[in-house]
C-alpha cells in the first residue's frame, strides 16, 4: 500500500486520458470554433481544480460553472481561463461576478434588468451570455414556433441594457442523444433567433449549442463554440450508439476500493440491511469499504458487480452507508487488502444501466471523502 489514500476506497484520475479525449473531440471542430469545457459538480466528479488547470495548460477557450461558488474555487486556485456560468447568479453577487471576472448566463429581462442595475450602481460593465429556451423547458427567453415578436422584443431589451456587455447566446438541446428531429428542430429556431438580432443591427461573438451529443453528431451545430461535458470526461452520451460510430475515448476516472476483510458464509445466511440476499451455497464475501456515504447508489444493492482480479463479482445485500459485500466463492485466491475496481472501463456503464440512470450522475455522486490521486505524463501526482 502506498499511502493512506488507498487504505480504504479511492479514485485515480488519469490527466493524459483528459488530454487525449480533449485532442479527440477538437480534432472534429473546424480551426475557429471554441471549446468551452464543463467544470461543474466539481469537474463532474473529477476535482475541479485539478482538471481546470489541465484543461488550461491544453488550451481551453473557456471553462462553464453552475454558480459563483464553483468559479471562485477556481480563481482561488489561480485558473485565469475565462469561465461561463450557467446557472442563475442573484443580482446581489453581481459585484463577486466582476471581482471574479466570471461571465454570467442571463436568463430573463427580469434578472437581466436586475443584473444591470446592481452593475450600474458599481461603475462597472458585466460580460453576460443571453440563454434562448428553444425546446428544453428549463431556462431562457422561449423560442417556439410561431409569433417571435415578445421574443424578438425581449433579446432586444436585455441586448441594449446598460452595464451589461452581451458577448454571447446560448441554448441547450434536450434529445440530441436520441431524436434527431427535434434537436434540428432546435437548432433552427436558435439560428431564427440569431438572424432575428443581426437584422436589428446585433451580431453577437459568441453563439452556442452543442454539448456532447451534438459534437460528436451533428457538426452543424459547432457554430463559434462547443462545450462538451461526459465526452470530456471519456464517456459517450449513449454508450450502446455512440461506441462504435464514434472516435475513441478514454474514461478519465477510476474507481477502487481495497477488501477489508473476507467471511466464509453458509449456505441460507441473510446478508446485509433487511436480508434481501439468502446465500444459496457456502460463500465467500468480500467486504468492502465503499457505500451510499462515498456515492454509491443503494439502488445498486443486489443488482451490480466489482471487478476483482478478471472476474466481475456480484453485491451481494444492501450496499450501506460506509460497505457493500460482494461475492469472491469462485476466486479462492482473494485475501483482505486485495483491490476491486468498482468505476471505469466499461464498469461505470454497466452500473449506470443497471442503477436506472446515466453514466454522469455516478461520477458527480463519488463524495468529497474519496480522496482523488492524480497521473499526468504516466506519473503519479503526490
Known amino acids: 500500500m502506498k499511502d493512506r ?17 480533449y485532442y479527440t473531440l477538437r480534432a472534429l471542430l473546424p480551426p475557429e470554433c471554441r471549446f468551452l469545457a464543463p467544470v461543474k459538480a466539481n469537474g463532474y466528479g473529477h476535482g475541479a481544480v485539478p482538471v481546470a488547470g489541465k484543461l488550461e495548460r491544453l488550451g481551453a477557450d473557456m471553462l462553464s460553472v453552475a454558480c459563483v461558488d464553483e468559479g471562485a474555487e477556481l480563481r ?18 453581481t459585484g463577486e461576478l466582476l471581482d471574479l ?9 427580469e434578472s437581466g434588468e436586475a443584473l444591470s442595475r446592481q452593475a450600474q ?8 451570455h443571453l440563454k ?26 436585455l441586448c441594449r441594457l446598460p452595464g451589461l456587455e452581451v458577448e454571447g447566446m446560448f441554448t441547450h438541446f434536450a434529445v440530441a442523444d436520441s431524436d434527431e428531429a427535434y434537436t434540428r428542430r432546435q437548432l433552427d429556431r436558435f439560428l431564427e433567433a440569431r438572424a432575428a438580432l443581426e437584422e436589428q443591427g446585433i451580431s453577437l461573438k459568441i453563439c452556442h449549442c452543442a454539448a456532447s451529443s451534438a459534437v460528436l453528431h451533428y457538426p452543424c451545430t459547432h457554430m463559434d463554440m462547443v462545450r462538451p461535458g461526459i465526452a470530456l470526461y471519456g464517456y459517450y452520451p449513449d454508450p450502446e450508439g455512440d461506441r462504435d460510430s464514434c472516435p475513441p475515448l478514454k474514461p478519465v476516472m477510476r474507481l477502487y476500493s481495497r477488501i477489508s476483510a473476507v467471511r466464509s458464509m453458509p449456505a441460507g445466511a441473510r446478508i446485509s440491511y433487511g436480508g434481501t440476499a439468502v446465500l444459496k451455497r457456502d460463500s465467500r464475501l468480500a467486504v468492502l469499504p465503499i457505500g451510499y456515504g462515498d456515492g454509491l447508489p443503494r439502488v445498486l444493492s443486489n443488482r451490480m458487480q466489482v471487478l476483482i482480479g478478471d472476474k466481475l463479482c456480484p453485491v451481494v445485500g444492501r450496499v450501506c452507508m460506509d460497505m457493500c459485500m ?18 471505469g472501463d466499461g464498469l461505470t456503464d454497466r452500473a449506470a444501466a443497471q442503477a436506472d440512470t ?8 463519488v463524495a468529497t471523502r474519496v480522496p482523488r490521486i492524480y497521473w499526468e505524463n504516466g506519473v503519479r501526482l503526490d
Open 326 to 343: 460482494a461475492d469472491i466463492t469462485d476466486l479462492p485466491q482473494v485475501r483482505a487488502g486485495d483491490v476491486a475496481q468498482i468505476y
Open 5 to 21: 489514500r488507498e487504505a480504504r476506497t479511492w479514485a485515480e484520475i488519469d490527466l493524459d486520458a483528459l488530454a487525449h479525449n
Open 101 to 109: 471576472d466570471i461571465t454570467q448566463t442571463v436568463e430573463d429581462l
Open 132 to 157: 434562448v429556451d428553444t425546446g428544453m423547458g428549463r431556462l431562457g427567453v422561449y423560442w417556439g414556433d410561431g409569433d417571435h415578436t415578445a421574443a424578438v422584443r425581449e433579446l432586444l431589451q
Open 121 to 128: 450602481s458599481l461603475g462597472r460593465k458585466l460580460r453576460v
Open 76 to 93: 482561488r486556485a489561480g485558473i485565469r481561463t475565462p469561465i461561463l456560468c450557467m446557472g442563475v447568479t442573484p443580482a446581489q453577487l
Open 358 to 365: 446515466i453514466s454522469y450522475e455516478l461520477l458527480c455522486r
